[in-house]
Structures are given as C-alpha cells and as structure tokens.
C-alpha cells in the first residue's frame, strides 16, 4: 500500500504554489495525497514567516502533529518555508520529533533529506540558498482557466521590518526563455490568464540576455491563446516607466496592479527603507492611472511601526483618502526576529490596534466605492470556478481583480465573457452574463 502524505500551506500565493509543487515531488516519490492529516505517513508544514506570530503557529500545529505521530509510529514530519529557513537547526531544539528541516529554495531536495533521515536516523536539515534549482521540477499541473508562474526568488531591498531577503535569499530571476516555455505549455493544457509570482516581482532580470521586467511582459503578449497576464508583488522603487508604459500598450495585460506602499508618512518610510516619499508613491499611481484609466490598485499597510506618531499616521489616512484602492491587506506591526527593526522601541500594542481598526474602515469604505463604482458596467471576466455558494452559478474575477458571481451557460467555465455587473455586494459583485468573448489578447480591447 502506499504511503500517503499530507501537506498543509500558509502564507502567500507563492508558498501555495510551492505546496503544490511539494504534492507533485511526493507523488513522483510514491506518495498519495491525503486530506487526513492524522492518516498520513508523512506530514509536511510549508510555513510563511511573514504574518504575525507565524513561529507560534507554527509550533502550535506541530504540537497538533506530535500526536499524530505517537499514535501512528513511523510517521514523519517535515517542516518547510520561511519559518523553517528563519528557524533551521533551531526549530529542533523547540520541536525534536521533527524529522526533516528544509528551506523554501531547497524544497526539491526533500526526497532526499527524507531518505537521509531514514537512512542516519536523525533529522536531517538543508535550509541553504541554492539559487534557482526548484524550477528545474516540472511546474505542477493546472487545475483551471488559471494559473500562477513563479518568475523569481527572493529579494534584495532588505526593507527593514522584512524577513523574505534571509529566509529566501537575495533575488535570483528565472531567464525569460524559461518562462515563455512554461507559459506556452500551460496555455497548450488550457490555461488563459497567468499570475506572475516574486517576492519583488518588479525586479525580475534575465541578466545574461539584458532582458528587465517589462521586456518579459512584452514577450509574453506574444504567446498564442494567452488572454490575460497579472502579476505580483510589486516593489514601487522598482516600477519602472517601461512596465507602466506596457500596461497602456498590453491589452493582455490585466487593469489591475497590487502595489504595496506600507505607510503615508515620508518619516516612517524611511525608517523602513523603503527607498520611495508617499509623494513619488502618488506620482507612479497617477502615471499608471494616465496609462490605464479605470486600472485597480491594491496595496499593503502596516500600522504601529515603531516610532509611529499620531501625526504619521494621519498621512497614511490622507493617502488612502488620495489614492483610493480597490483592495488592501492592513496589519499591526509584529517584529520578526533578525530584522534590523526588530529591536525598536514599539508602539503599544494597543493604540497600534486602535489605529489598524481606523485604517480598516478607510480602506474598506474605498473598497466598496469601487465596487459600487462598478455597478451597470461590462466587464470581461474570466470564468473560474463553481460559485462557492452552489445555486448552479459560476465565479469570475474582472481584469481589476473584483470576483464576481453569475449564472453562466453550460460550457462557458473556463473561458472569458463580457458580464455586466448588476450589484456591488459586501465583498464580490453579481454580474449578468452577456456573451463570450474569444480567447485571443486582441480581443480584449484597452479601455479608450
């Protein structure tokens, strides 16, 4: 019989699409998947260190685990992601009936360390940076209209509240030929928008051939039967004029860009070494709406860094007031370990929660003027999935990343339509399906 594995993920898109990548590893290795945990032979965490008191849910779960394993001798436990990285040999001092330690760029080699656990009998840990080799397994299979495409690792701005840069290492691109090769077979299997993953996606090179992000974009509008391109996360030091100018020249390029800018006040984002004021922040969100009129914009906020004052964070209010997004992800501030910030002074905790919940309504009142905004409009929407809540419809997401939920003809999942949307509601639209729309990106016409 053979063994089963079951693999939990958080965090980011990226480490989703890790997970993935891990499941398809395991099964090449004779491993079924399970969605019992307590019935797995093996049990694999990919963690994410960036939310707050990531170490500690992660610990928590794997205490969950420890009794697995006791009740099942023989079951092994490996832990991954950023966690892992941050953690290394440490995380076995806090957990030793863990069997395997590796990092998210050595996540190929787990095969092997597992082997290497069997073999010695002691855990067994690689968390080092060896650059680009998990790209060199077979992306995971699509499982729909949609599909994300990770570009590159890492990053190399070292922001100062950021642990990505020594979990993950500094940035290292995938070469623009090996992304057009991935692309065109997801395109062969049937996939129709494509997300573009990096931790500074912005920063992506293919140094030998002196090929920068928006060169890759621009090739990709070349790639037959690809009717839309996203991408994310964009760093707004890295925005270069070539990328703003391919979202007024790309009509495969989708109106929607999620740009994170942290905080309003020039004083905290210098504190953060962001490399960027909140006046040049609204300089690169005016070209983008100059090139792409109607473009959504996401963004990222942290609240109560430390040495954040009242009057800071009263600019980042007036920012949002400003600006203006579509959606947004807002945090408290949490110190991770190892992070240059990470020994400042904080602001309480509780006037940090206090204004996180300010913040909130702010973002959300601009979140739902842009739904309501959308209100008796065609859309093109891509057709994803069943709707969650059954009723026999079908869910969608418009270029601006609004998802939208709608009764569809048989045969239309999977493909692009032109949808009006009828009601903005808490947080999705309901559209009306119109016709469909053919799968080509001249076909989908930039907004006059």
Known sequence: MSPRVYVETQGCQMNDHDADRLRDLLEADGYLSTTRPEEADLLVLNTCAVREKAAEKVFSLLGVWRAFKEAHPGTLIAVGGCVASQEGEDLLARAPFVDVVFGPQTLARLPELLAERRRAGRPAVDVSFPGLEKFALAPPPPSGPSAYVTVMEGCSRYCSFCIVPYT????ASRTLSAVLTEVRRLVAA???????????????????EGFDFADLLYALAEVPGLGRVRFTTSHPADLT?????????????????????????????????????AAEYRARVEALRRARPGIALGTDFIVGYPGETEEDFAESLALVETVGFDHAFSFAYSPRPGTPAA???????AVARARL???????????????????????????????????????????????????????????????????ALTNTLRGRYLAPVAESPAAIALPT
Do not use: C
């Open 357 to 423: 919940a300010r913040l909130q309504e702010r973002l959300e009142a601009a979140a739902r003027r842009a739904r309501e905004a959308l209100v008796g409009r065609e859309e093109t929407v891509l057709l994803e999935r069943p709707a969650r809540r059954g009723r026999g419809e079908v869910a969608g997401r418009t270029g601006g990343h609004h998802w939208v939920n709608l009764a569809a003809p048989p045969g239309a999942l999977g493909g692009f339509a032109r949808v009006r949307i009828t009601a």
């Open 168 to 171: 993950r290492g500094a940035a």
């Open 241 to 277: 004029d070539g990328v703003i100018r391919a979202f007024a020249e790309l009509p495969v390029l989708a109106p929607h860009l999620h740009l994170p800018v942290q905080s309003g006040s020039d004083r905290i984002l210098g504190l953060m070494k962001r490399g960027y004021t």
């Open 190 to 208: 049937g996939v129709r928008e494509v997300t573009l993953l990096g931790q500074n996606v912005d920063a992506w090179r293919d140094a030998g």
């Open 343 to 349: 020994g400042a002074d904080p602001v309480p905790e």
